[in-house]
């Protein structure tokens, strides 16, 4: 059952970069797999990065199954290709009634050189890990 849930996000999110705004600079999307049952960390599901003047607007989406309040994806981060924190998206609850979950961080400044970033979640017990993503920017290279 997660399984097509995962499927039905995804071609949502197809569905969504094809079906794309007024913008002239198309939406940057990447998609991860991952989620078993022995999952230490929180996955990134899919990633959403749109140009917004000279900043980006980015929008993660992360899976982790094991959602309580004792342990939950409490942050996802921004890193640059030498491992620069860009942004981080702090989150102060669990979210086990919204599996997979996406939240915001709007404003990222992003140097100009960057034109790939890393996407990870963190888990409150354990830290930093999981399945990632790499997203290229929108309009930069």
Do not use: K
């Not at 979640?121 to 890990?129: K, P, S």
Request: aromatic share 6%; with cysteine; proline share 6%.
């Amino acid at each position: 059952m997660r399984f097509i849930a995962l499927i039905l996000i995804v071609l949502a999110a197809m569905v969504a970069v094809g079906c794309g705004g007024d913008s002239d600079e198309p939406a940057a999307s990447a998609t991860t797999a991952g989620a078993a049952s022995d999952q230490r960390f929180p996955d990134v599901v899919d990633v959403r990065i749109e140009p917004s003047g000279e900043v980006f607007d980015v929008a993660v989406t992360l899976s982790s199954p094991y959602d309580t309040p004792e342990r939950y994806a409490d942050a996802w981060r921004i890193l640059a290709p030498d491992g620069e924190v860009l942004g981080e998206r702090v989150l102060t609850h669990d979210h086990a009634n919204e599996q997979p979950f996406t939240r915001s961080l709007n404003g990222v400044e992003i140097p100009a050189e960057v034109q790939v970033v890393t996407i990870q979640g963190r888990d409150l017990v354990n830290g930093y890990g999981g399945g990632d993503a790499q997203v290229a920017l929108p309009g930069r290279g």
